[in-house]
């Protein structure tokens, strides 16, 4: 099992900047990719990023040149550096990890709301 624990939600005014934090514990080393996935109010869940064991990356094309995902494997931790942040990002942003026996876990999820 792999716990994951979100940080860094909160509020920001539309052009601002906002960082992310996504800790695993647990079965960690069974991950491969970890990434952020979000959800607006009325909305189905949406992938924003992800990012692999090896460093290749995935945007969804909304975020693209906006937002950047990285991670530090010593510390098991996936981040989402979301720059110029827009009304539209406002949503519940999940973490999620996919082990490499496909199996994925979900975080509890972290506000952000962008005000305009």
């Known amino acids: 099992q792999v716990q994951l624990v979100e940080s860094g939600g909160g509020l920001v005014q539309a052009g601002g900047s906002l960082r992310l934090s996504c800790a695993a514990s647990?079965?960690?080393?069974?991950?491969?990719?970890m990434g952020w996935y979000r959800q607006a109010p009325g909305k189905q869940r949406e992938l924003v990023a992800t990012?692999?064991?090896?460093?290749?990356?995935n945007y969804a094309d909304s975020v693209k040149g906006r937002f950047t995902i990285s991670r530090d494997n010593a510390k098991n931790t996936v981040y989402l550096q979301m720059n110029s942040a827009k009304p539209e990002d406002t949503a519940v942003y999940y973490c999620?990890?996919?082990?490499?026996?496909?199996?994925?876990?979900w975080g509890p999820g972290t506000q952000v709301t962008v005000s305009s």
């Open positions: 990012i692999t064991s090896g460093g290749s990356t």
């Open positions: 999620n990890v996919e082990t490499f026996t496909r199996w994925r876990h």
């Open positions: 647990g079965s960690v080393f069974s991950i491969n990719t």
